[in-house]
């Protein structure tokens, strides 16, 4: 089984995990599948949108700066994601493999990168204020609150460095 392996670390475990959710869910497929498809006023209607918030797309009739910005949202979430696994000592500290804490970290680690991803790439939008940062910052915390808990599946049972 590819996550029970002893040789996984938990920040690349974790990271993997993320780049698997933007790549699938953050497609444009599935984020036109969701608006078409859900009901945002129903609970799952509104997770199965919420999946698609770091969206990425080439759609040739956006300027350059949009597509940018929006690939770069996805492109930060996965590797701030791998910082903050790296950074946060719950995946690495650990006593034991497959502990609470390296769930909690892994959490912790996306909901921080959702967070980051979303304020850094807001100063690239074409007229950037704080309140728009905040607000942006705000939603990416909150991907990352309701998505994070597979991150931190992933991260679970992983080695925390040299042995």
Same mark, same amino acid.
């Given at each position: 089984?590819?996550? %029970?392996?002893?040789?996984?670390?938990?920040?690349?475990?974790?990271?993997?995990?993320? #780049? =698997?959710?933007? #790549?699938?869910?953050?497609?444009?497929?599935?984020?036109?599948?969701?608006?078409?498809? $859900?009901?945002?006023? &129903?609970?799952? %209607?509104?997770?199965?949108? #919420?999946?698609?918030?770091?969206?990425?797309?080439?759609?040739?009739?956006?300027?350059?700066?949009?597509? =940018?910005?929006?690939?770069?949202?996805? =492109?930060?979430?996965?590797?701030?994601?791998?910082?903050?696994?790296?950074?946060?000592?719950? +995946?690495?500290?650990?006593?034991?493999?497959? $502990?609470? +804490?390296?769930?909690?970290?892994?959490?912790?680690?996306? =909901?921080?990168?959702?967070?980051?991803?979303?304020? #850094? &790439?807001?100063?690239?939008?074409?007229?950037?204020?704080?309140?728009?940062?905040?607000?942006?910052?705000?939603?990416?915390?909150?991907?990352?609150?309701?998505?994070?808990?597979?991150?931190?599946?992933? $991260?679970?049972?992983?080695?925390?460095?040299?042995?």
């Amino acid at each position: 089984m590819a996550l %029970g392996n002893r040789y996984k670390s938990a920040p690349g475990a974790g990271t993997l995990a993320a #780049l =698997i959710l933007v #790549l699938v869910f953050g497609s444009p497929w599935y984020s036109d599948w969701a608006n078409k498809n $859900t009901n945002a006023n &129903t609970a799952g %209607g509104w997770f199965l949108r #919420l999946l698609a918030w770091p969206h990425w797309e080439f759609n040739s009739n956006d300027s350059l700066r949009t597509i =940018i910005v929006g690939d770069l949202k996805a =492109i930060l979430l996965v590797v701030l994601t791998l910082i903050f696994l790296l950074l946060l000592p719950g +995946s690495q500290l650990a006593r034991a493999r497959g $502990t609470i +804490s390296q769930f909690f970290a892994g959490w912790g680690a996306y =909901i921080f990168a959702g967070g980051f991803a979303a304020l #850094l &790439t807001t100063l690239f939008l074409k007229n950037p204020s704080l309140l728009g940062a905040f607000q942006a910052a705000g939603n990416g915390a909150g991907y990352g609150l309701f998505v994070g808990w597979i991150v931190g599946l992933a $991260t679970l049972g992983g080695y925390r460095g040299k042995r």
